[in-house]
């Protein structure tokens, strides 16, 4: 079973900012919190990573409470193309790493 | 660079036959791992190989097998077809450590 909580689906105006939360309270203190989205059909798609400290990167920001039981995706100026089902995963690294994916946010991006 | 290339996009198979699905990694990634879509289920973890060897494996009956190759490229191998195996199922390569994974577009299978 996944080990994270998400809402079922959210909705945003283009050009807002998508705040995505995750609920993992059960993370141990050396799985990471992963996030990934998937477009319909298409292969699920990285987007940004962390353990404890919060992240940025080109496409969004991770932030990570001080306890690590909860985060948040956030994408800062969502376009429609952003519309997807966004997965939360915390998960080890190395010999017991993979993914287990609950069934996510659907995020949609509306004009 | 190459994405992860999954080979056939489409394929449609009889009840009680048997498939190999390829995957090649990223070039450079040692990590393949190998995941079943459903409508019912999600998405689910088959098995994870590294460096040849299996290093993790889902919950998942004998008939799926996997291995991968030394030059990481990966197949998957499912037997006696069921009707329920119709899926997508999705490659993933990784560089290792806590990097992310990099996933193909899936082969579409239809057991008929």
């Known amino acids: 079973d996944a080990k994270t909580t998400q809402p079922t689906s959210m909705d945003c105006a283009e050009g807002r900012a998508a705040n995505l939360p995750c609920n993992h309270s059960?993370?141990?203190?050396?799985?990471?919190v992963y996030w990934y989205r998937q477009i319909h059909s298409q292969g699920p798609q990285y987007i940004i990573h962390g353990l404890k400290n919060n992240e940025t990167n080109e496409m969004a920001s991770l932030i990570i409470t001080e306890d690590r039981k909860s985060s948040t995706l956030i994408l800062p100026h969502a376009t429609l193309r952003d519309t997807a089902v966004y997965y939360c995963?915390?998960?080890?690294?190395?010999?017991?790493?993979?993914?287990?994916f609950g069934k996510g946010i659907t995020l949609s991006v509306r004009p | 660079k190459a994405g992860v290339t999954q080979t056939p996009r489409y394929l449609i198979k009889t009840r009680g036959q048997q498939v190999t699905l390829s995957c090649s990694p990223i070039?450079?990634?040692?990590?393949v791992s190998w995941y079943q879509q459903t409508p019912g289920q999600g998405l689910q973890f088959l098995f994870e190989y590294f460096s040849e060897t299996q290093r993790n494996k889902g919950n998942f009956p004998g008939r799926f097998s996997g291995r991968q190759f030394s030059n990481s490229r990966s197949e998957m191998n499912v037997s006696t077809l069921e009707l329920g195996d119709s899926a997508l199922y999705l490659c993933?390569?990784?560089?290792?450590?806590?990097?992310?994974?990099?996933f193909g577009s899936g082969t579409r299978l239809t057991v008929v």
């Open positions: 993933a390569s990784s560089g290792g450590r806590s990097d992310g994974y990099t």
């Open positions: 070039s450079g990634h040692r990590s």
């Open positions: 995963i915390v998960s080890y690294t190395g010999a017991n790493s993979k993914l287990t």
């Open positions: 059960t993370i141990s203190g050396n799985e990471y």
